[in-house]
Antibody, heavy 117, light 112 residues
């Protein structure tokens, strides 16, 4: 069974930093692209970032470019999202997601990030 | 980026009745490989999304056959033949043809 378990969310002040982690199991992590997708309270889903299976390439939404960094440790089967210079508008549930051939095949349970003073 | 527009945004339905959600894209979702990468997800209250449909009309494993997807080009639809109580929640369409992936605003289905 595919499992994606996020951690690292919490309350942070504007301008602060957080690092999210996503532990993967139940599939061949080393061959799959991975994403972070977020959902602000009461809003829709928004793609945030993507990383190729061997970490050779990354992409970011314009709203987070230069502030967020996606990475992965294939030996540990773990995906990361380093979030710096956080803003109130970054408040959301952040989902770790597994790419499945031009789609998202699996989602984690999400971790809530709240940016507030 | 490709804009995905869903309608309606709110869908009250009587149990046992059909329901339909529309999803339109700002450009064709036909990929250069000939496939159309339009997906549908269901998100129950307090839960993460779960994929129902991929490539317009292919149901994922375990998805009841009362769910069906259709469409082509820029116009797509998700239909539920007979709504059950477990179908409440938000339905999201997502395109995977053009980078970056983009989602519709979501349609909230509730029982009347």
């Amino acid at each position: 069974e595919v499992q994606l378990v996020e951690s690292g969310g919490g309350l942070v002040q504007p301008g602060g930093s957080l690092r999210l982690s996503c532990a993967a199991s139940g599939f061949t992590f080393t061959t799959d692209w991975m994403h972070w997708v977020r959902q602000a309270p009461g809003k829709g889903l928004v793609w945030v970032s993507r990383i190729k299976s061997d970490a050779s390439g990354t992409s970011y939404a314009d709203s987070v470019k230069g502030r967020f960094t996606i990475s992965r440790d294939n030996a540990k089967k773990t995906l990361y999202l380093q979030m710096n210079s956080l803003r109130a508008e970054d408040t959301a549930v952040y989902y770790c997601a597994r790419d499945l051939y031009y789609s998202i095949g699996n989602w984690g349970q999400g971790t809530l990030v709240t940016v507030s003073s | 980026d490709v804009v995905m527009t869903q309608s309606p945004l709110s869908l009250p339905v009587t149990l046992g009745q059909p329901a339909s959600i529309s999803c339109r894209s700002s450009q064709s979702l036909v990929h250069s490989d000939g496939n159309t990468y339009l997906n549908w997800f269901h998100q129950r209250p307090g839960q993460s999304p779960r994929r129902l449909i991929y490539k317009v009309s292919n149901r994922d494993s375990g998805v009841p056959d009362r769910f069906s997807g259709s469409g082509s080009g820029t116009d797509f639809a998700l239909k539920i033949s007979r709504v059950e109580a477990e179908d409440v929640g938000i339905y999201h369409c997502m395109q995977g043809t053009h980078w970056p992936y983009t989602f519709g605003q979501g349609t909230k289905l509730e029982i009347k």
